[in-house]
């Protein structure tokens, strides 16, 4: 199945088969449900045709990616976003892969500009600023030209593709951590199994009950772990980590400019609540994918350590300053 899958990718990113016949394959896929071996295959492929950062090795192997798959239709301001922002402060090295916005008001890369972020850097230079301050935005739409082959196609369809779980996954920096946001709990397993057989180090994959491609405050949260070549599933409570149940609608943001002045609101330490809650329990489940931390509640203490001693907003100074810089 792999094998074949990899070849029908390789015709359609090289468009050596019809829009039409592409297509067909395409809903196919998802009449079918996308399997393990095929969403590997299929991200595999995609990687293959991206434009990369050149990046030291041992670089590399620390790098790690916040995203999710959209769809969830929660309205939320941005959330791994934030949670990528915050993480350099914490020893770690993010390369977040993203775009504009298509099912929500503010895409990653409309609320990072809006914060002032430069994101038209050149890979040489978002290699550079991955060395030099531990962030890095990796904007979609310059990285994977092939997709131009592929975007009509996608855009005369009603309903999602297998593209809609690829983008996650095929991070140009060569990230081998992830913490992923899924639209269904029903692709967490297969998620997680594809990324097995493509050299991943550590992984998360989460769906929350109530609808969020993100770890939720206001319900459980479905999970599967990649750690140590083995998969295991488990349910996230927040009230387990001490942290209260929020309505959904605690977490609403709105444009670019609304969802980056609440980014900037948590990370300077203005912000409680719900809003602060998420972003804790969201960095601590990346610091145990990025084995910073032992487990969550530690996480979750380490996150709020750094915003409560200004170190995550200096940060946040020093990714802006290094983006416009460079």
């Given at each position: 199945m792999f094998e074949v899958a990899k070849k029908r990718f390789e015709d359609i990113f090289k468009n050596r088969i019809s829009p039409e016949d592409a297509k067909k394959y395409l809903v196919q896929l998802y009449e079918k449900g996308e399997s393990a071996e095929e969403i590997a295959a299929a991200t595999e492929v995609m990687r293959e045709h991206s434009i990369k950062l050149i990046i030291p090795v041992a670089l590399r192997d620390q790098?790690?990616?916040?995203?999710?798959?959209?769809?969830?239709?929660?309205?939320?301001?941005?959330?791994?976003?934030?949670?990528?922002?915050?993480?350099?402060?914490?020893?770690?090295?993010?390369?977040?892969?993203?775009n504009r916005a298509v099912t929500s008001n503010s895409g990653s890369a409309d609320m990072l500009e809006a914060l002032g972020i430069n994101l038209s850097l050149k890979p040489d230079q978002q290699s550079k600023m991955?060395?030099?301050?531990?962030?890095?935005?990796?904007?979609?739409?310059?990285?994977?030209?092939?997709?131009?082959?592929?975007?009509?196609?996608?855009?005369?369809?009603?309903?999602?593709?297998?593209?809609?779980?690829?983008?996650?996954?095929?991070?140009?920096a060569g990230a081998k951590k992830y913490l992923i946001g899924v639209f269904s709990d029903e692709f967490l397993n297969r998620i997680i199994v594809g990324l097995s057989m493509l050299d991943t180090k550590n992984a998360v994959a989460v769906s929350s009950r109530d609808g969020m491609?993100?770890?939720?405050?206001?319900?459980?949260?479905?999970?599967?772990?990649?750690?140590?070549?083995?998969?295991?599933?488990?349910?996230?409570?927040?009230?387990?980590?001490?942290?209260?149940?929020?309505?959904?609608?605690?977490?609403?943001?709105?444009?670019?400019?609304?969802?980056?002045?609440?980014?900037?609101?948590?990370?300077?330490?203005?912000e409680s609540g719900a809003k602060l809650d998420i972003i804790l329990l969201n960095t601590a489940m990346a610091l145990v994918v990025d084995e910073k931390a032992r487990d969550i509640k530690e996480g979750i203490e380490m996150a709020r350590e750094i915003i409560v001693n200004k170190k995550a907003f200096e940060k946040l100074q020093e990714i802006i300053k290094v983006s416009n810089s460079i």
């Open positions: 790098l790690i990616d916040i995203v999710g798959t959209g769809g969830d239709k929660s309205n939320s301001f941005n959330i791994s976003s934030t949670v990528s922002l915050l993480l350099p402060s914490l020893g770690c090295s993010v390369a977040k892969h993203g991955l060395q030099e301050c531990g962030f890095a935005f990796l904007f979609a739409i310059n990285h994977h030209p092939a997709m131009k082959y592929i975007m009509p196609i996608r855009r005369s369809l009603d309903h999602r593709t297998i593209f809609n779980i690829l983008g996650p996954l095929t991070n140009p491609d993100e770890i939720s405050i206001s319900d459980i949260t479905y999970a599967t772990i990649l750690k140590d070549n083995r998969t295991t599933d488990f349910v996230i409570d927040p009230q387990e980590y001490g942290l209260k149940l929020a309505p959904k609608e605690a977490i609403v943001g709105g444009n670019a400019q609304e969802n980056a002045k609440i980014t900037y609101s948590i990370l300077k330490g203005e």
